[in-house]
């Protein structure tokens, strides 16, 4: 149990594009998911925390606006990136965290960005 | 320094030699878990132990937690190329119910 599916694995599009990747709790209910995006080399680095129902949380100099987060369902969160740039460029990873199951959380296989 | 250090940076062995990466942390935490990254791919999940726990093992892996000095170490026995790939720690603290912060990362290098 406790799988998290995001889709794409890997997307290219073109500067001033939006894309949008989502991730999925497949055999469990998350209250809370996470986003994190990676350079090259370099380690994840938490975005937002998304809450099923409410407003996302962002964490210091990330863009709100460019960077879109809905927790529609249970099982379901959307990242979207508004107006690509090449420098959004990276590798986006989300976690889930199981319903009544205390802190732990499981990471999807992330999500390769190219923007053109 | 940010929470969840690594050392070392990169660590270069030869097949069939142990591995030890350590992680060192600043704040209280919930558990922390080791995670392996092979280039350009996602996360694995290796081991989660608690701040309750010493000590966990998986297999050829063996995960040490030692809550007063705030570190923990991964060891890999009997290594293979197989095992090339950068290694995280990632610590979930009290507060944050499940929001993980990773390490810089071990470059591990198992020469064939």
């Known amino acids: 149990g406790a799988v998290v599916s995001q889709h794409p694995s890997r997307v290219i599009c073109k500067s001033g594009t939006s894309v949008k990747i989502e991730c999925r709790s497949l055999?469990?209910?998350?209250?809370?998911m996470f986003w994190y995006r990676q350079f090259p080399k370099q380690s994840l680095m938490l975005m937002a925390t998304?809450?099923?129902?409410?407003?996302?949380?962002?964490e210091q100099g990330v863009e709100k606006d460019k960077f879109l987060i809905n927790h529609a369902s249970l099982t379901l969160s959307t990242l979207t990136v508004t107006s690509a740039h090449p420098e959004d460029s990276s590798f986006y990873i989300c976690?889930?965290?199981?319903?009544?199951?205390?802190?732990?959380?499981?990471f999807g296989q992330g999500t390769r960005l190219t923007v053109v | 320094s940010q929470q969840g250090e690594e050392d070392p940076q990169a660590l270069s062995i030869q097949e069939g030699e142990n591995a030890t990466m350590n992680c060192s942390y600043k704040?209280?935490?919930?558990?922390l878990q080791w995670y392996r990254q092979n280039s350009g791919r996602g996360l694995v999940h290796l081991i989660l132990?608690?701040?309750?726990?010493r000590e966990k093992h998986s297999g050829r892996l063996r995960v040490t937690l030692d809550t007063s000095k705030k570190s923990s170490s991964l060891l890999i026995t009997a290594s293979r190329a197989a095992d090339t790939a950068s290694y995280f720690c990632?610590?979930?603290?009290?507060?944050?119910?499940?929001?993980?912060?990773f390490g810089d990362g071990t470059t591990l290098t198992v020469k064939p």
């Open positions: 132990i608690r701040s309750n726990e």
């Open positions: 998304s809450n099923e129902g409410s407003k996302a949380t962002y």
């Open positions: 990632a610590t979930a603290l009290n507060t944050n119910a499940g929001k993980s912060t």
């Open positions: 976690s889930a965290r199981p319903r009544g199951r205390g802190v732990e959380a499981f």
């Open positions: 704040t209280s935490i919930n558990n």
């Open positions: 055999d469990f209910q998350a209250t809370t």
